[in-house]
């Protein structure tokens, strides 16, 4: 099972709007709504942000975002703020029963 | 409060065997699904094993089938992971997660902390 595709980095500035995304196939991103997105501040425990999809968690902030269309999954981050500069991890539930992880979107809040 | 604290890791020699262990606490072990996560240096996150609540069933990387196995003792509630036939790509940090139901295809809801696993001679 192949990784799923992330863009290696992003950047945007506090306040502004940015979105990472994520391509798979019709075996892992396509096949299910079981999309999750991670949060992993370096050296800290990473932190659900999104499941299925576009569902978050109770605490997480609604300035995060997710959808999905056909292979390819997104995640947007609205009102950046300088603590949300962090790697960001998409995943799938996959057809043989098994997860991928996308290789991480480091965010940078400039 | 859910907690996760792995334990086992450290230096290997290539084609040894190594044990983690995951201590589980806040929530009732035995009717969520577990997973360990790896994270080699400078790489992403690779999912390694999984087990449904209450450990009928077990689900592995291609990478590690039949080299790893995951299980839990609910009277414990700790997971396990024992890792064989280890090579420098089994280097990495590995994490256990806590899934948010029953199945391996509800998503990692809490993490652990992390154990460093180093495979070197």
């Known amino acids: 099972q192949s990784a799923l595709t992330q863009p290696a980095s992003v950047s945007g500035s506090p306040g502004q709007s940015i979105t990472i995304s994520c391509s798979g196939t019709?075996?892992?991103?396509?096949?299910?709504?079981?999309v999750s997105w991670y949060q992993h501040h370096p050296g800290r425990a990473p932190k659900l942000l999104i499941s299925e999809v576009n569902k978050r968690p109770s605490g997480v902030p609604d300035r995060f975002s997710g959808s999905k269309s056909g292979n390819s999954a997104s995640l947007t981050i609205s009102g950046l703020h300088s603590d949300d500069e962090a790697v960001y991890h998409c995943?799938?539930?996959?057809?043989?029963?098994?997860?991928?992880f996308g290789g991480g979107t480091l965010l940078t809040v400039l | 409060e859910v907690q996760l604290l792995e334990s086992g890791g450290g230096l290997v020699q290539p084609g040894g065997s190594l044990t983690l262990s995951c201590a589980a606490s806040g929530f009732n072990f035995g009717v969520y699904a577990m997973s360990w996560v790896r994270q080699a240096p400078g790489k992403g996150l690779e999912w390694v094993a999984g087990?449904?609540?209450?450990?009928?069933?077990?689900y592995y990387a291609e990478s590690v089938k039949g080299r790893f196995t995951i299980s839990g003792d609910t009277s414990k509630n700790t997971l396990y992971l024992h890792m064989s036939r280890l090579s420098a790509e089994d280097t990495a940090v590995y994490y256990c997660?806590?899934?948010?139901?029953?199945?391996?295809?509800?998503?990692?809801?809490?993490w652990g902390q992390g154990t460093l696993v180093t495979v070197s001679s």
């Open positions: 019709d075996s892992d991103v396509g096949a299910y709504d079981y």
């Open positions: 995943s799938a539930y996959t057809t043989s029963t098994t997860v991928v």
């Open positions: 997660a806590k899934q948010a139901g029953l199945l391996t295809l509800f998503p990692l809801h809490f």
């Open positions: 087990i449904t609540g209450g450990g009928s069933h077990t």
